[in-house]
C-alpha cells in the first residue's frame, strides 16, 4: 500500500515538467546552462509553483544530490530575526564542494519574516554572495523590503490558465485511475481558481469517496473542507443580527482555523452575488479591499472582519429604508 | 494578544498544585493503587469550590505519572448515547501504546434538565465496569442527581485554599513576570479573592501586567470600589462618552492594560450601539485601533500608542448618533479570550499535525494546518485506505489519527490496517 499527498507526488522534478510559467522556465534554464544564478524573489499567488520552480531549478543544476546544495527555510515558522542570524548566516558562508562554486538558499513564505529579519538578511545577501544565492518565494513582493527587491532579480508567478490547469488534472486523474467528469474540473478551476496545491487537494480529497467525480462532488468537497459557511454569515449579517454573525466569524477562525484571507476571498466573491444594491457593492468592494491588505499587514483578523460585518449591517438596513420610501 | 495567566501559570505537576495536600494525596494513592489491581472504587469524585485546582490536579497527576489522560467536559457526554461512546476507552487500563489511562468527566455540574438524564445514568453504568480509573469533577457532588454515582465513588473533597497558600502562588507569578509586589498588595488580593485561585490570578493579571512594581495603593481601590465596578465605569465612560476628551480620559482610570481594554470595549460596543451606522462607524473606529497596534508592532514606536487609544475611545463614543441611551445593558467580559484559551488545544493538535505536513509538502506547518489538514480530514473520515497510506506516509501518531477521523470506529478501521 502505498499512498502520498498527490501535490507530492505529482511535483515537477525538473523545469521541463513544470506547466506554464513559460517565460519564467526559459529564464532559470539559461541559469543552469551558464551555472550561474543570481538572488532571486519568486513572487505570485499560492499554489502556481514558486517552491516548485526553486526545486527544480537546484535539481536541474546540482543533479540529484542537490540536497547536499540546498537549504529550505519557511519564514512562516521561523519568522525571527535569530533565524537569519545563525541559521542562515552558517549556511550562506561555508563554501560549497563541486561543480558549481554557491550554495542556494530557499526562503520560502519569505513575506511572512518580519521586517528586523529581512534587514538582517540584507547583509548576509551581500556578504556571501559569492558561497551562496537566495531564493525568495513570497506571495506579496510588496512585503519584502525594498533593499533586498534590489539585490534581486524578479521573477511574478501567475495562476495557471485554464487548458494548463485542466490538462493537468485529467493527467493525474488517468493515472491514478479516476473518472473525472467535465463539469467536475470545471467546478475545481471554480472553487481554486487556478491554485494547483488546492485543487490537487481536492482532487483527492474528492477521489477519497471512490465513485466518480462530478461537479457536485467537488462542491460537497469545497465546503466540508471550508468550515468557513461565509454565506450564511453574510446572510446572519444582512438579517441585522451582528452578534450572531461575529460568533460564527469567531468559530471559523478559532476552532477551525479559517485563514482570515481565505474568508476574505469568500466575502468577495459573494457580495457580488447578494442583494444589495448595486452602488453599494463597489463601496463594499472597497472596504474588502482595504481589509484584505490590513490583513496582510498582520492586523487581527476577526476585529477586521467584524469591521466589514457591520458594513454588511448598514447595507442591509439602508437597503430596507430604501424600499419604505 | 492577550494571553490569560491562569494558563501560562497553571500548574504543570503536582508539586505546584498550592492547596489541599490530603486531598490530592488520597488521589493519588487511589490511582496508584490501580497498580496492583481494580480497587474497590473504580472511580474518584472531586468535589470543591471554583478555581480550587480540581482540574488542574487531574491534569497534573496524568502529566506526573505519564499517564493517558481523556479529558471530557459535559458537552461532550450529555446524551446516553454520547457516554457510551468512551465505554470502549474505560474498558482498557493500558492503551493501544502502553500507556495508562485515566479518564475524567469535568463539570458535571453542567449537565442540566432531562435531555442530560440519560448521560448521568450511562457514566453510572461505566463506573461499574470500568477498567481504568474515571474521574468525576464537580463543584457540588451533594446535588440530588449525582447520589447513584456518588454511592460508586471514592469522595475527595477540595477545600478553599488558604490566603498563605494563594498569596505563595501570587508571589511566585510575579517573580516569573519580573514584577516587585509589595507584600500587602498580594495579601489584598489573595484575601480578597476568598479560596478562589484562578480568580487571585484573574486579579492579579488586570492589576499588575506590564508594570515593574505593584504597591498597596495600586490594589487597595479593590476595597472601596469593585474591580468589575470600576471596569463597569470606565465602559460606560467610552461607550457613553459625550466627549472626546472625556472618552479617553477613561484610559488613565482603567486598571486594565490597553490590550485588555480594547477587548473589552470590542466585546460591548455592539450591544450598546445598535443602530446600524453607529454600529459601522464603532466596528470602523476599533478597526482603525487595531491597525496601529499593527504599526507600533512593526515598527516598535510605541509613541503611536496614542493613536490606537483615540480611536479606541473617541472613535467609539463618537460613533453614537442615532442610538438612543435609554434602557439597561449589561456589560460582560470579553468572550473572545475565554474561547480563545478554550481552542487553544485544537488548534496546537492542528498544528502539530502541519509540523507532520512540513516535514514532506515543503509548505510552512501554520499553512499546512490551514490548507492541507482539511483536506486530510475529508480523506480520513471516507477512505480508510487512503487514510492509513498517509498516516505512514506523514508519520501521524494515533492521537493525529483520531483527530483527523474524528470517531473511533474510524480510527479502528485506519488503525487495523496499519497493522
Ligand atoms: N491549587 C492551585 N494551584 C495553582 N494554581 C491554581 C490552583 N487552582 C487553580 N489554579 C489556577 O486557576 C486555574 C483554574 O484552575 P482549575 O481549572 O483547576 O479550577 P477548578 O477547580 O477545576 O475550577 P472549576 O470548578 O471552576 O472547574 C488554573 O489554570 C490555575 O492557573
Ligand atoms: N506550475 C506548476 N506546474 C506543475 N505543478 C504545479 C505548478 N504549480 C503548482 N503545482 C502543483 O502544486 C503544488 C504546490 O506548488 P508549489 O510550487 O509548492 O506552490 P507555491 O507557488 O505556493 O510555492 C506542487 O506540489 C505541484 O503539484
Ligand atoms: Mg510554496
Ligand atoms: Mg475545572
Not at chain 1, 228 to 252: C, H, P, S, W, Y
Not at chain 2, 365 to 393: C, D, H, Q, T
Request: proline residues 4%; aromatic residues 8%; hydrophobic residues 40%.
Amino acid at each position: 500500500m502505498s499512498f502520498e499527498m498527490w501535490a507530492e507526488k505529482y511535483r515537477p522534478k525538473t523545469l521541463d515538467d513544470m506547466v506554464n510559467q513559460k517565460e519564467i522556465v526559459e529564464r532559470l534554464k539559461s541559469f543552469v546552462k551558464s551555472r550561474n544564478v543570481p538572488h532571486c524573489i519568486f513572487a505570485g499567488p499560492p499554489g502556481t509553483g514558486k517552491t516548485t520552480a526553486a526545486l527544480c531549478l537546484a535539481r536541474d543544476l546540482y543533479g540529484e544530490a542537490y540536497r547536499e546544495h540546498i537549504m529550505e527555510l519557511n519564514a512562516s515558522d521561523e519568522r525571527g530575526i535569530d533565524v537569519v542570524r545563525e541559521t542562515v548566516k552558517t549556511f550562506a558562508r561555508v563554501r560549497s564542494i563541486g561543480e558549481v562554486p554557491f550554495k542556494i538558499m530557499i526562503l520560502d513564505e519569505a513575506d511572512n519574516m518580519t521586517a528586523d529579519a529581512q534587514q538582517a538578511l540584507r547583509r548576509t545577501m551581500e556578504r556571501y554572495t559569492e558561497t551562496c544565492r537566495f531564493i525568495l518565494c513570497a506571495n506579496y513582493s510588496g512585503k519584502i523590503i525594498e533593499p533586498i527587491q534590489s539585490r534581486c532579480a524578479p521573477f511574478r508567478f501567475t495562476h495557471l490558465p485554464r487548458e494548463e490547469h485542466d490538462k493537468y488534472l485529467q493527467y493525474i486523474a488517468q493515472k491514478e485511475g479516476l473518472k473525472l467528469l467535465d463539469d467536475g474540473v470545471n467546478a475545481i478551476y471554480e472553487v481554486c481558481s487556478g491554485d494547483l496545491r488546492r485543487a490537487i487537494n481536492t482532487l483527492q480529497a474528492a477521489a477519497s469517496l471512490g465513485k466518480p467525480i462530478d461537479a457536485k462532488t467537488v462542491y460537497s468537497i469545497a465546503g466540508k473542507a471550508n468550515p468557513a459557511d461565509v454565506q450564511k454569515m453574510i446572510e446572519t449579517a444582512m438579517k441585522g443580527n451582528f452578534l450572531e454573525a461575529r460568533k460564527q466569524l469567531r468559530d471559523m477562525i478559532q476552532k477551525y482555523g479559517v485563514a482570515g484571507s481565505d474568508i476574505i476571498r469568500q466575502i468577495h466573491t459573494e457580495i457580488f452575488r447578494t442583494e444589495v444594491p448595486e452602488p453599494w457593492k463597489i463601496k463594499l468592494a472597497d472596504i474588502v479591499g482595504e481589509i484584505d491588505y490590513r490583513l496582510v499587514e498582520g492586523a487581527d483578523e476577526e476585529v477586521q472582519l467584524s469591521a466589514l460585518l457591520a458594513r454588511l449591517v448598514e447595507a442591509a438596513h439602508e437597503m430596507k429604508d430604501a424600499k419604505k420610501v | 494578544m492577550y494571553f490569560p495567566w491562569t494558563e501560562k501559570y497553571k500548574p504543570k505537576t503536582l508539586k505546584e498544585v498550592v492547596g489541599n495536600p490530603d486531598a490530592i494525596q488520597k488521589f493519588v494513592e487511589w490511582v496508584k493503587s490501580w497498580d496492583k489491581g481494580v480497587p474497590k472504587k473504580r472511580a474518584a469524585f472531586i468535589y470543591g469550590p471554583p478555581g480550587t485546582g480540581k482540574t488542574v490536579t487531574v491534569e497534573a497527576l496524568a502529566n506526573d505519572l505519564k499517564m493517558e489522560l481523556v479529558e471530557k467536559n459535559a458537552s461532550d457526554y450529555r446524551t446516553e448515547e454520547a457516554v457510551k461512546r468512551f465505554a470502549g476507552l474505560a474498558s482498557q487500563y493500558g492503551s493501544l501504546f502502553g500507556t495508562k489511562r485515566i479518564i475524567l468527566f469535568d463539570e458535571l455540574d453542567g449537565l442540566t434538565g432531562t435531555a442530560d438524564k440519560g448521560g448521568v445514568k450511562a457514566i453510572t453504568d461505566i463506573i461499574k465496569t470500568a477498567q481504568c480509573p474515571i474521574v468525576l469533577v464537580a463543584n457540588n457532588a451533594y446535588d440530588p442527581r449525582f447520589i447513584n454515582i456518588r454511592n460508586n465513588c471514592l469522595l475527595i473533597e477540595f477545600k478553599k485554599p488558604s490566603p498563605t497558600e494563594v498569596l505563595k502562588h501570587l508571589k511566585g507569578i510575579c517573580q516569573k513576570e519580573g514584577i516587585a509586589a509589595e507584600e500587602n498588595a498580594l495579601k489584598f488580593i489573595a484575601q480578597r479573592s476568598e479560596g478562589d485561585i484562578r480568580s487571585a490570578v484573574n486579579d492579579l493579571q488586570a492589576l499588575a501586567q506590564g508594570k515593574k512594581r505593584l504597591t498597596y495603593d495600586d490594589v487597595s481601590w479593590l476595597g472601596y470600589r469593585d474591580r468589575q465596578e470600576t471596569i463597569f465605569t470606565v465602559m460606560r465612560m467610552i461607550l457613553y462618552g459625550k466627549t472626546c476628551e472625556g472618552a479617553k480620559r477613561a484610559v488613565d482610570m482603567a486598571d486594565v492594560d490597553v490590550d485588555m481594554l480594547f477587548e473589552w470595549i470590542y466585546e460591548n460596543a455592539p450591544a450598546h450601539l445598535t443602530d446600524p451606522h453607529d454600529l459601522a462607524r464603532a466596528m470602523d473606529a476599533l478597526s482603525m485601533a487595531d491597525v496601529y497596534r499593527g504599526r507600533i508592532r512593526n515598527t516598535q514606536d510605541w509613541s503611536l500608542m496614542r493613536y490606537v487609544v483615540d480611536f479606541m475611545t473617541a472613535g467609539v463614543a463618537m460613533a453614537r448618533v442615532n442610538t438612543k441611551t435609554s434602557g439597561w445593558t449589561p456589560f460582560h467580559f470579553p468572550e473572545r479570550i475565554q474561547a480563545l484559551s478554550r481552542t487553544r488545544e485544537e488548534r496546537a493538535m492542528q498544528l502539530e499535525i502541519g509540523r507532520k505536513l512540513k516535514r514532506r509538502c515543503h509548505i510552512s506547518a501554520k499553512r499546512a494546518s490551514k490548507e492541507v489538514l482539511p483536506y486530510l480530514r475529508i480523506i480520513f473520515k471516507n477512505n480508510a485506505e487512503m487514510a492509513a497510506g498517509l498516516s505512514k506516509w506523514l508519520d501521524l501518531n494515533m492521537e493525529m489519527i483520531e483527530y483527523l477521523a474524528g470517531s473511533k470506529e474510524k480510527t479502528e478501521a485506519i488503525s487495523r490496517l496499519l497493522g
